[in-house]
């Protein structure tokens, strides 16, 4: 299993371009099985994700291409197809083939996609909205069966502003008989960026962005070319990372619209942030103060940006009170923290941080994408060095996460299995293999 080697101490400087949005081009990829036509995509994150997506479109009879850095989409010879249970099993995302086949074609049969790392994860909002719609859905024996002889327009009602669901529904919906309108939607960028894809291949969409989404059915969906946002979730780890190493850093593309409930409690914990034409410039500096977080369904707190921002409160002045409303077992990067010297209490959805003066570098893993992020920053702040494990988990929402912090003055090493010197340090005379102590606390180890 590859592992990031992180050496901390280092304030990140400069500026750097955010990529495309990982949450936004999955289900734009989904949705790119509507398509009659051929659509060409810009601006697309080069990510584990994606190419697990790309295989799934595969499956269906989608032929795909890169060319000149876009992704160029043949989807009209799509076909009912099955997806390999270890693909869905792989990426949750998969599931959002669902709304799209279920609208072409009327039948779609997909494994259930389990639960993972961060919870459950059900599907209930999904099934309850295309049944809305008309679907028959059989949802047991580890597979999810949708069939239909022609989606309704109906009024559907979110329990749950789920992003999933909203974009599954949304998708089935724009091809449906009549008007379909969406109550208590989700209102997350990349709601509104899906919208806008399917809008361009000749969807009827209005209201994407608020919690009520009107969509009127039409009967064929064609060509599309399309810019992905960039991900607020990749550019809010940027700024935590400079504000949790006092540095100074420009994220040159990011969109302030989608990053203000971070920019709020970054302000809040006297982080200097300011925006300007090359985008938004934050100063970091020592002795932040504590902030409460409670995560919420956008524009509230992203749960995504939780594990980041915990990671900088561990070195806040006082004692900072995480609520996490979206999943209800998102707190497995606090064990990890407390192993570099945090001080951490969980109790169900409530974590309570205080401040400490100093992390240490320690042996830790990572148990989903945003938690081994989490678990980088506070390598970068930490005295010493900091290995992360199982970095599989950060390589499915960050592109080569080492190369993008070496910009800024990061010094992280990627230690893969068939690397011919592991463990190489920069900072070091000379080069062999160390063995680290497993799972205990690492000093800083010298060899001549
Ligand atoms: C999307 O997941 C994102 N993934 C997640 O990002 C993100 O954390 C989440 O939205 C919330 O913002 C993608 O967009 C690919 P939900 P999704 O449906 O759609 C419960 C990352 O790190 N729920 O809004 O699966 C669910 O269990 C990932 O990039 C039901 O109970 O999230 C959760 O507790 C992690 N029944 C809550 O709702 C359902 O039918 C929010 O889930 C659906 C969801």
Request: contains cysteine; proline residues 4%; positive net charge.
């Amino acid at each position: 299993m590859d592992k990031f080697i992180v050496t901390g101490g280092t304030r990140l400087h400069g500026a750097v371009k955010v990529c495309g949005a990982k949450n936004a081009i999955l289900p734009i990829l989904a949705a790119s099985l509507l398509s009659s036509g051929t659509c060409v995509i810009h601006n697309v994150p080069l990510l584990q994700d994606v190419v697990v997506m790309t295989d799934v479109l595969k499956c269906f009879g989608a032929r795909i291409k890169w060319e000149n850095k876009a992704l160029i989409i043949d989807a009209k010879d799509v076909h009912p197809a099955e997806i390999p249970e270890e693909t869905v099993k792989k990426m949750r995302a998969s599931n959002l083939v669902l709304g799209p086949l279920l609208a072409r074609f009327g039948y779609v049969k997909i494994p259930y996609p389990g639960g993972c790392a961060i919870g459950s994860r059900p599907m209930d909002y999904h099934v309850k909205g295309l049944q809305q719609l008309g679907a028959d859905i059989q949802d047991g024996y580890g597979f999810i069966e949708a069939k239909s002889e022609g989606l309704m327009g109906s009024e559907i009602y979110l329990d749950f502003p789920s992003v999933g669901a909203t974009e599954n529904i949304l998708m089935a919906a724009a091809m449906a008989k009549g008007v379909s309108v969406l109550r208590n939607a989700a209102r997350e960028p990349e709601i509104v960026d899906l919208a806008r894809f399917l809008n361009r291949m000749g969807a009827k969409i209005d209201g994407a962005g608020t919690d009520i989404i009107q969509i009127t059915g039409v009967n064929c969906l064609g060509s599309v070319e399309h810019t992905v946002i960039p991900d607020r979730i990749v550019a809010g780890t940027f700024l935590l990372a400079a504000a949790i190493t006092g540095g100074d850093i420009t994220l040159i593309n990011a969109v302030v619209d989608h990053l203000e409930p971070l920019i709020a409690k970054l302000r809040e914990a006297g982080v200097s942030i300011t925006k300007n034409g090359r985008g938004i410039r934050i100063k970091g500096n020592k002795g932040l103060r504590a902030v409460d977080i409670k995560t919420m369904p956008f524009p509230g707190f992203p749960t995504d940006i939780q594990p980041q921002m915990m990671a900088l409160m561990t070195v806040a002045r006082g004692t900072a009170v995480f609520a996490e409303n979206i999943f209800e077992n998102r707190f497995k990067h606090a064990d990890e923290l407390r192993r570099m010297g945090a001080d951490i209490k969980v109790a169900g959805r409530i974590a309570i941080v205080k401040g400490v003066e100093k992390l240490t570098g320690a042996v830790v893993e990572a148990s989903d994408l945003r938690a081994g992020a989490a678990l980088v920053l506070a390598g970068l702040a930490a005295d010493g060095v900091t290995v992360v494990e199982n970095i599989f988990h950060i390589d499915r929402g960050y592109f080569r996460m080492e190369e993008k912090y070496a910009v800024l003055g990061a010094n992280i090493i990627r230690v893969t299995k068939h690397n011919s010197n592991p463990y190489q340090f920069e900072n070091f005379t000379s080069q062999r293999e160390i063995q680290f102590p497993e799972k205990k606390r690492l000093s800083l180890i010298k060899i001549n």
